[in-house]
C-alpha cells in the first residue's frame, strides 16, 4: 500500500502551528534579526503586528511583524512597502526566520 504524503510544512518552532508551505519558498538566502531567514509568497494561521518603517540591510521598507496566530510567537515580517525599484518585488511577501520555524511532514 502506497503511503499517503502531505505538503510539506513549516510549523512554529514553539506551538507547532503549520504557517508556511514549502513550496511557498522563494528565497533562503535572506537575512532575518536573528540568522538566516527564507522569503515565502505566502504565510498561513499568522497575524500581523502595526505597520512601520524600518532601515534594513537594503534600505527602507514599510513592515508589519508576522505572529504565530495560535501562541503569538513573533516568527519574522511582512514586506508592505518597498522605497527602492529594485526592491519592489518583496511587496506582499513574507520574512520567516529560519529559528522560529520547524519542518513538519518531511
Known amino acids: 500500500m502506497a503511503e499517503v504524503v502531505g505538503p ?20 533562503k538566502a535572506f537575512q532575518g534579526r536573528n540568522g538566516r531567514a527564507f522569503l515565502f509568497s505566502h504565510a498561513m494561521n499568522v497575524s500581523m503586528g502595526p505597520k512601520e518603517d524600518r532601515n ?15 501562541c503569538r510567537e513573533v516568527l519574522g515580517w511582512k514586506y508592505e512597502r518597498a522605497y ?23
Open 8 to 27: 510539506r510544512l513549516y510549523g512554529c518552532c514553539n506551538c507547532r502551528n503549520h504557517v508556511a508551505l514549502h513550496d511557498d519558498i522563494i528565497s
Open 56 to 70: 534594513l540591510m537594503t534600505g527602507l521598507h514599510t513592515v508589519a511583524d508576522v505572529y504565530c496566530s495560535d
Open 84 to 106: 527602492e525599484e529594485s526592491q519592489k518585488y518583496k511587496e506582499g511577501k513574507f520574512i520567516l526566520e529560519k529559528s522560529k520555524i520547524v519542518k513538519e511532514n518531511w
